[in-house]
Structures are given as structure tokens and as C-alpha cells.
């Protein structure tokens, strides 16, 4: 249900599933409004729950600190008077791409690079240039946590398996973005129009 004169790009599978859990009874204005609720919640906990993964003991500190994150005038200005609205569907992951960052640093495992190859891929489907910021800075952390490794080979094919894992979760924006094709003008597919 996307307005096809909509000033910004604001049809994603957010809405469509909001809209679907809604089921198509609400207008395009109070479906984008309650996105953006569910989104800003939802950051709240993610971020939450981040900071109690890092800081269990600190539980508290966690709940204002998440609290702050969403109230903090940058992210609060996307969306009042920007209207970023793909770059406030990143509310969510950004926390848990942190946390996924830190894990690897503290315990080097196959989970620790899930849980940071998923939100990766997920930011990437929500918001591309804060994913391709995210994912700079998370390759950056992984060449220094494995600069550091000397004795085993084993951190770095559990690195590659964690890409192997991104890359299946987040080939659809690339490819999505390679298959687009303008009347009159060549694909960046070789060899067709």
C-alpha cells in the first residue's frame, strides 16, 4: 500500500508486516506512525538487553542508559525533522550489531559470529549506508581481534564461516540493487538491456 507520490522511500517490510499483523485496517499515515513506535520500542530493548549482556550486574544502569539511547536529539531528530524513516528502522539492530561485536572480542565462537553476522545483515536490509558504517566498523574490530591471534588457525574459519553467514543473509539487497535496469540504458547485469 505504498503511495506511489511519496516523497520518501518509506515502503518497507516493516509496514508490509505491521500492515499484515494489522490486517490492512489501517491508512497509510497510522501504519508509518505505528512503525515508528514499534521501532523506537524495540530499540529500547534491543538496547537493553545489550547492555545487560555486556554489564549483567548492572541492570539498572542498563534501563536508563537504554532509555537515553532513544532519547538521545540525533536519533530523535531522523525522525521529527528529517523523516528518516529507513534510517529509524535501524533503531533496533544497531545495539545488537554492537553487542555482536563485542562478543567476538570476549568469547571467540560460532555463536559470537552469528550474533554478529545476523544484525549486520538485517541493517543492510533496513538501511544500507548505516549498514555499510556498521559493517566498516565491524570488519575493522574482527582484522584487530585477529591480529591478535597467533597459536590456532581456528579463529579465522570461524571469521570466514561469520561471513559466509552475512553474505547468504545479505545477498538480496546487493542483488536486488544489480538486477535494476532503466529503460534505454544498459543493466549492470552483462549483457542485457
Known amino acids: 500500500r505504498c503511495l506511489s507520490d511519496w516523497s520518501s ?9 505491521i500492515d499484515l499483523i494489522t490486517g490492512r485496517s489501517l491508512g497509510f499515515i497510522a501504519l508509518q506512525h505505528l512503525t ?13 538487553f545489550t547492555l545487560c549482556r555486556i554489564a549483567p550486574e548492572r541492570r539498572w544502569s542498563a534501563a536508563g542508559f537504554a532509555i537515553l539511547y532513544l532519547s538521545c536529539p540525533g536519533l530523535l531528530g531522523t525522525i521529527y525533522t528529517q523523516d528518516l524513516y529507513m534510517t529509524w528502522m535501524t533503531v533496533p539492530l544497531a545495539p545488537l550489531a ?26 543492510w536490509w533496513a538501511h544500507s549506508p548505516i549498514a555499510l558504517w556498521f559493517t566498516i566498523i565491524a570488519s575493522g574490530s574482527q ?9 590456532s588457525p581456528d579463529p579465522f574459519k570461524r571469521a570466514l564461516l561469520g561471513m559466509l553467514i552475512f553474505a547468504v543473509l545479505a545477498q538480496y539487497p546487493f542483488v536486488s540493487v544489480a ?5 534505454g540504458t544498459e543493466s549492470t547485469v552483462v549483457g542485457s538491456l
Do not use: H, M, W
Open 9 to 17: 522511500d518509506v515502503c518497507s517490510s516493516d509496514l508490509g508486516l
Open 36 to 48: 515508528v513506535i514499534a521501532c523506537g520500542v524495540a530499540g529500547i530493548y534491543a538496547c537493553y
Open 98 to 123: 554492537v553487542y555482536g561485536i563485542v562478543r567476538t572480542f570476549r568469547k571467540d565462537d560460532l555463536n559470537s559470529q552469528f550474533l554478529l553476522a545476523v544484525p549486520l545483515a538485517a541493517l
Open 143 to 151: 582484522v584487530v581481534r585477529l591480529s591478535r591471534v597467533r597459536d
Open 179 to 183: 538486477e535494476i535496469s532503466t529503460p
